[in-house]
T-cell receptor, first 116, second 112 residues
Framework: EAGVVQSPRYKIIEKKQPVAFWCNPI?????LYWYRQNLGQGPELLIR????????DSQLPKDRFSAERLKGVDSTLKIQPAELGDSAVYLC??????????????FGPGTRLTVL | AQSVTQLGSHVSVSEGALVLLRCNYS??????LFWYVQYPNQGLQLLLK??????LVKGINGFEAEFKKSETSFHLTKPSAHMSDAAEYFC??????????FGQGTELSVKP
């Protein structure tokens, strides 16, 4: 079974340019997460989807970041315009519905963004 | 609010030596605790999790962790390090909203 797929794996852009990341979760996983991992730190949740609904986007900088999961499967995370401080690894993860018990989150390999 | 603190951003051991990676948590409710491993240029992989069952949790690759409520700790151990264990290790706690809160990470180096 394929794991979580992310593309691109690496992206280098100049500041003020837009950028988009794509994620395809594990088949059957209703819950999808986007995390940002700064260098030398642990991942921090940006947004969580249950199917196509964003149920937790409190940490998403909404002035420049947006995300969508139109059909409840694939998801796209966009930054426009990018700033130097956005350089990080953007991780996507998926799981069965979280509900009241823990369901393991499976992580993709991430997209390493460098903003020059 | 839940949080985790990993003591030591970098740990170096010799091959065959004991691995001990420290994690202390803060939680107002019985916690769910996790250890993840991240190899270079890869995503995170779950090593093991504590969900209020047995306090000694065994995971993959020979790792285990012990939940100690009195010490608010969930340290990760492995009796004998292999070169392939070199990676970044993250401790995490699940908050009441279901969100994972990660520690800063500990980079494990294994010397031949």
């Amino acid at each position: 079974e394929a794991g979580v797929v992310q593309s691109p794996r690496y992206k280098i852009i100049e500041k003020k340019q837009p950028v988009a990341f794509w994620c395809n979760p594990i088949s059957g996983h209703n819950t999808l997460y986007w995390y940002r991992q700064n260098l030398g730190q642990g991942p921090e949740l940006l947004i969580r989807y249950e199917n196509e609904e964003a149920v937790d986007d409190s940490q998403l900088p909404k002035d420049r970041f947006s995300a969508e999961r139109l059909k409840g499967v694939d998801s796209t995370l966009k930054i426009q315009p990018a700033e130097l401080g956005d350089s990080a690894v953007y991780l996507c993860a998926s799981s069965l519905p979280s509900g009241s018990s823990y369901n393991e989150q499976f992580f993709g390999p991430g997209t390493r963004l460098t903003v020059l | 609010a839940q949080s985790v603190t990993q003591l030591g951003s970098h740990v170096s051991v010799s091959e065959g030596a004991l691995v001990l990676l420290r994690c202390n948590y803060s939680s107002s409710v019985p916690p769910y605790l996790f250890w993840y491993v991240q190899y270079p240029n890869q995503g995170l992989q779950l090593l093991l999790k504590y969900t209020s069952a047995a306090t000694l949790v065994k995971g993959i690759n020979g790792f285990e962790a012990e939940f100690k409520k009195s010490e608010t700790s969930f340290h990760l151990t492995k009796p004998s390090a292999h070169m392939s264990d070199a990676a970044e290790y993250f401790c995490a706690v699940r908050n009441q909203g279901g969100k994972l809160i990660f520690g800063q990470g500990t980079e494990l180096s294994v010397k031949p």
